[in-house]
């Protein structure tokens, strides 16, 4: 079984430029899960998809954060435009159901996003 | 401030030796789980402890978990290098069994 994957590995941009990361999760898993970890700091959630329906997005910093889920398969976080502060490593998690049902999160290897 | 806080920050010790790291969390729970993340990894998932469990063992690890007081603690035994790697508490969140809160993580280096 595949994990979950995300693409790019890493990325570095100028900031004002616009970024889009991709997360595919392990196929079947109907939450998937966006977070971020800046430099030193804790693991931020982002937001939480249930198929293609936005569940919880209270972890978005602001209104350039996107994220999308087309048909409830993989999904993107778009960043636009970009800013110093989003540097860090995005994180991508699926899982079959929720936390607070003792299902545990199946985590990708992070994008690092580099902000000039 | 933080839901899960581990502590220490940073742990060094020899092979072979055991490691304890704690968590201190906030509000109710569900359950509370840990995850390791080794350098440039995702993280991945260990163990899990409902709130109504004291004590649970998988192979070298040994998590407790004291609601009373908030509190959590794992315990790597007869450590290894390749235990060298980040550890994290998680949490779902107060209000909401949809995510998980996670600390800023116990760094780990074993070495030989």
């Known amino acids: 079984e595949a994990g979950v994957t995300q693409f790019p590995s890493h990325s570095v941009i100028e900031k004002g430029q616009t970024v889009t990361l991709r997360c595919d999760p392990i196929?079947?898993?109907?939450?998937l899960y966006w977070y971020r970890r800046v430099m030193g700091k804790e693991i931020k959630f982002l937001l939480h998809?249930?198929?293609?329906?936005?569940?919880?997005e209270s972890g978005m910093p602001n209104n350039r954060f996107l994220a999308e889920r087309t048909g409830g398969t993989y999904s993107t976080l778009k960043v636009q435009p970009a800013e110093l502060e989003d540097s860090g490593v995005y994180f991508c998690?699926?899982?079959?159901?929720?936390?607070?049902?003792?299902?545990?999160?199946?985590f990708g290897p992070g994008t690092r996003l580099t902000v000039l | 401030s933080q839901q899960g806080e581990e502590d220490p920050q940073a742990l060094s010790i020899q092979e072979g030796e055991n490691a304890t790291m704690n968590c201190s969390y906030k509000?109710?729970?569900?359950?509370l789980q840990w995850y390791r993340q080794n350098s440039g990894r995702g993280l991945v998932h260990l163990i899990l402890?409902?709130?109504?469990?004291r004590e649970k063992h998988s192979g070298r690890l040994r998590v407790t978990l004291d609601t009373s007081k908030k509190s959590s603690s794992l315990l790597i035994t007869a450590s290894r290098a390749a235990d060298t790697a980040s550890y994290f508490c998680?949490?779902?969140?107060?209000?909401?069994?949809?995510?998980?809160?996670f600390g800023t993580g116990t760094r780990l280096q074993v070495t030989l």
């Open positions: 998690a699926s899982s079959h159901g929720l936390p607070g049902q003792d299902y545990w999160l199946f």
């Open positions: 402890i409902r709130s109504n469990e």
């Open positions: 998680a949490t779902d969140a107060p209000g909401t069994a949809s995510k998980l809160t």
């Open positions: 196929s079947g898993h109907d939450n």
């Open positions: 509000t109710s729970i569900n359950n």
């Open positions: 998809f249930v198929k293609e329906s936005k569940q919880d």
